[in-house]
């Protein structure tokens, strides 16, 4: 009461789900037996269920995660002009620019369905193969019979078995997942690894889509006049599959359970809009993590703009890496320079 702010309120309040974060992240991996129970229980009624076991549940989920997210992510975007960094650009001081041409949620059916074919095509045709799965198990969802096949068919996802394919099995239908949920910090260690993998692997792909023979792939993603959530999925099919593939690599080359590959998604997805949010949200993730850790939404929206620098998605590392040897090749081929004209 009447105490004067001094205009620190911005720092006390990222420090509320700053120190949530920080005693979610400490208690899961110190006590993770406070946990159990309840990832117990939530596993046991999940692996209950028929939609959870379906082949094509991850693209379902993926799908309404995303429209769940992005869609209130777009309706801030076109409510607040205030908070759109292109807004930002001109000090204030001219008049907000117009809200750029947003596609509305029921005109982009086609959009999903392209997400949507290439992951379904997948799913229904190739045994799911998770970490911590008996080969026996995998082998009975691909409709095959134990005795024959499970020398020939191998447990790990580097080698794909097709589904077998009969009149009364059609189709892959359902994956077998884990009888046992992981523990807390199972769970923590393996989605930040799995999120430093992805970035890693993504700021390669990215750098390599930027080379001028890959231009017409990436293109689409940089055609916009101001970066907008729906930026976030406006990709090329190939790009949109490398990103799909990518990211289920980095959770699978570490073993990850199914449940962290469920709640994955879901930080993934709010990564993934809020860098392409074109807006300076008070509880962006990179105001969350330690400064300089993260990219966030003002970095990607400069990459979108210049288009040579900042290809990491979520992270600065690689980034300031990047910049760093460019940097350095600069200084050096000015050094050359001087000393050839000397
Ligand atoms: C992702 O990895 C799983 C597990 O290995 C695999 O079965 C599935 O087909 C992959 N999904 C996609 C879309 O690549
Ligand atoms: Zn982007």
Redesign the pocket.
Known sequence: MGVPSHGSSGLSSIWTPRSFLLLLLGTSLVTPSVYQPVLDSLYASLRQSSLFTASTFETWWTVIIYAIIEVTYTYRFARNPQLRLANHANHGTASPKPIPKMRRPKHRMVEGLTYISP?LL??LT?????AGVPVQDMVLSGNYHLSSVTKTIHGT?LA?TLHNFTLSSPLQTRRAVPTAPPTSRELVLQLVTSLFIYDTLFFAFHLSLHHPKFASIHSQHHNHREINPQITNQLDIFERLGL??LA?FSL?IIGSHVLTRTIFVLIFVWLLVDIHSGMDLKWGYDKILPPGWASGSKRHSIHHRVGNRYYAPFFNWWDDMHEWICKRRVDRGGLAVASEST
């Open positions: 992951l997948l799913d190739l045994i799911k193969k998770y996802f794909p799909v593939l289920n699978n």
